[in-house]
């Protein structure tokens, strides 16, 4: 099992800043990939970005050059630094830790961006 803790959201104007973090405990195998995703109201969840223990990383192309995600495998920590937010980013974001055929979830936060 792995437990997902999740940190940071909240209510930015546009343009604003925002950092989430979500760190991993439990069995944490060190070939994994974390990530976010994000869901808002009447659509389906999507992806945000991904970084691998390996430090590859993949955006969506609706946050490339705005998001940056990174990680401390150190302390099986992820995070993602939300720049130049825009009120389509509006959302319920999640963290998700995946190794091999297992996939966890963190709780959600809600990030909202005011116009």
């Known amino acids: 099992q792995v437990q997902l803790v999740v940190s940071g959201g909240g209510l930015v104007q546009a343009g604003g800043s925002l950092r989430l973090s979500c760190s991993a405990s439990g069995n944490i195998l060190s070939s994994n990939v974390m990530g976010w995703y994000r869901q808002a109201p009447g659509k389906q969840r999507d992806l945000v970005a991904t970084?691998?223990?390996?430090?590859?990383?993949n955006y969506a192309d609706s946050v490339k050059g705005r998001f940056t995600i990174s990680r401390d495998n150190a302390k099986n920590t992820v995070y993602l630094q939300m720049n130049s937010l825009k009120p389509e980013d509006t959302a319920v974001y999640y963290c998700?830790?995946?190794?091999?055929?297992?996939?966890?979830w963190g709780q959600g936060t809600q990030v909202t961006v005011s116009s």
């Open positions: 970084i691998g223990s390996g430090g590859s990383t």
């Open positions: 998700n830790f995946r190794a091999y055929w297992m996939s966890y």
